[in-house]
């Protein structure tokens, strides 16, 4: 998934969300809209339009709901303030497409911020983070990135983990189409770790107990590490956000405040754990989350969201 992947083809992603949508208008909105959600500024009122790509277990669609992790998430604050969900399926540069287009209110599902994303959107607060997992065979113990020097490894073509792995010494670059390939080769004993976002490491250890695979979680290299080696950042975990178009910015505040609250009411440690996920692994920032956001889309007090410490 990891949602820092190339943005190639982005002009064929616009196509295709032309295809699978058009703009949304008042004559679409529910009957009976809220004054709460006629307030959010959407492009229908009482209705999220939400482009989202296919990703279990982040993002699935099964008929007119969104499902998974992200999925889940969204229907709770979507339920919170009084919005009916819309899901517009497309690939993951048309969702970037279709917000930034403003041909869709809101794109969940693991999308990492970075200070060149926010520049045409809108991030809300971190719903979660995406702890650097691994994908290993049962017995094998892999911590520090020195552990990974002149190993086999492998990602999906495209994901920023290819440039993390080109960068480790004497490491084999093995890169796939998709996830399926990676674990193939990792049950197959052909490379060594596989780099995949953790929750879908986790359902394939669920689904496919064969592989004799298990999650790892890689310690982030040291800042001065990244220093000496700047594409060791990609080993770090990632703030994901919610994305917006600029344009809607009180969607996005009522949205973080509903996020910030699912930390404090105990309901986003429950999906987590729902999906697999390690509460302390998701839900506690880094200590450079706030401090990259900071001055940049947030205030320079800004706190990140996080269960207890």
């Not at 403003?102 to 969940?108: E, F, G, H, K, S």
Request: aromatic share 8%; charged share 25%.
């Amino acid at each position: 998934m990891t949602r820092k992947r190339s943005l190639a083809g982005s002009l064929s992603a616009v196509l295709l969300m032309l295809a699978v949508t058009a703009c949304g208008s008042d004559d679409d909105a529910p009957e009976n809209v809220s004054a709460k959600a006629a307030e959010l500024d959407t492009i229908t009122p009482g209705v999220i339009k939400v482009a989202v790509q296919p990703y279990a277990p982040y993002t699935s669609v099964e008929g007119d709901k969104i499902v998974g992790l992200d999925g889940d998430i969204l229907s709770y604050v979507a339920d919170r303030l009084d919005l009916k969900i819309e899901p517009q399926v497309t690939d993951f540069a048309g969702m970037l497409a279709g917000v930034q287009s403003r041909r869709a209110d809101i794109t969940v599902g693991g999308v990492a911020w970075s200070a060149e994303r926010q520049k045409q959107g809108l991030f809300t607060d971190p719903p979660y983070y995406s702890p650097p997992a691994m994908a290993v065979r049962s017995g094998k113990t892999y911590n520090t990135v020195d552990d990974l020097q002149g190993l086999d490894l492998g990602t999906v073509e495209g994901y920023v983990w290819v440039k993390s792995i080109q960068a480790v010494p004497d490491a084999k670059l093995h890169a796939y189409p998709d996830a399926n390939g990676v674990f193939d080769d990792l049950g197959a004993g052909r490379i060594d770790v596989g780099f995949l976002d953790p929750l879908i490491i986790i359902a394939a250890q669920q689904e496919r107990p064969d592989l004799d695979i298990e999650t790892q979680y890689l310690t982030p290299p040291t800042a001065a590490e990244v220093k000496a080696e700047p594409d060791y950042q990609y080993f770090q975990p990632y703030q994901t956000g919610f994305y917006l178009p600029k344009e809607a910015t009180k969607l996005e505040k009522a949205i973080s405040a509903e996020i910030d609250a699912m930390y404090q009411n105990g309901e986003m440690e429950k999906l987590v754990k729902k999906y697999g996920g390690d509460p302390e692994q998701f839900l506690k920032p880094a200590a450079d989350v706030a401090t990259a956001r900071r001055g940049v889309d947030r205030p320079q007090d800004w706190t990140p969201p996080s269960i207890a410490q």
